[in-house]
């Protein structure tokens, strides 16, 4: 999990990101993510929903 990058945005995904903060890895939000999960992330998406992890995933491939 240590270089895992956990993208979530509901109350479901809030103890698995707890568990890869803790492994070393990281968390994005996506913008509808719940307040819990932003608070912890580091790096909230300015889109939404499946826009967010496009938004994400270009982020961490480092793609435009």
């Not at 956990?6 to 993510?33: E, T």
């Amino acid at each position: 999990l240590k270089k895992t990058v956990y993208i979530c945005d509901g109350l479901n995904d809030v103890a698995p990101a707890q568990l890869v903060i803790q492994s070393g890895g990281g968390v994005i939000a996506v913008a509808n993510a719940i307040p819990e999960l932003k608070q912890i992330a580091i790096y909230v998406c300015k889109q939404p929903e499946s826009h967010g992890v496009v938004e994400a995933l270009s982020l961490i491939l480092d793609t435009k």
